[in-house]
């Protein structure tokens, strides 16, 4: 848990990836840079179970215009991820 805390906190932006079926929207979050005001964000985007939901730390943006993204693991399962989101398409 601290660990996902000092993500947030040293993160220049975190986004929100939330969609139903296989097609998703990337938001910025700008809530508190709490665990705990994350996750209830998450739980907020998830819809009571009918959608999925994942937050991602954002440590930079590369020269073509696109986030370098992490996976943040708030449910502490081991999982990771990177991907590169073009900046266009974060509302």
Do not use: P
């Not at 179970?49 to 996976?71: K, M, P």
């Amino acid at each position: 848990m601290e660990t996902l805390q000092k993500q947030i906190e040293e993160a220049s932006l975190i986004l929100i990836f939330a969609g139903e079926g296989e097609r998703g929207t990337w938001k910025a979050y700008h809530g508190k840079d709490t665990v705990r005001a994350l996750k209830m964000r998450l739980t907020k985007e998830r819809c009571g179970g009918s959608r999925w939901a994942s937050a991602w730390s954002v440590t930079g943006i590369d020269e073509y215009d696109c986030y370098r993204a992490y996976l943040l693991d708030v449910n502490d399962t081991g999982a990771y991820d990177v991907r590169y989101i073009n900046c266009s398409i974060v509302r």
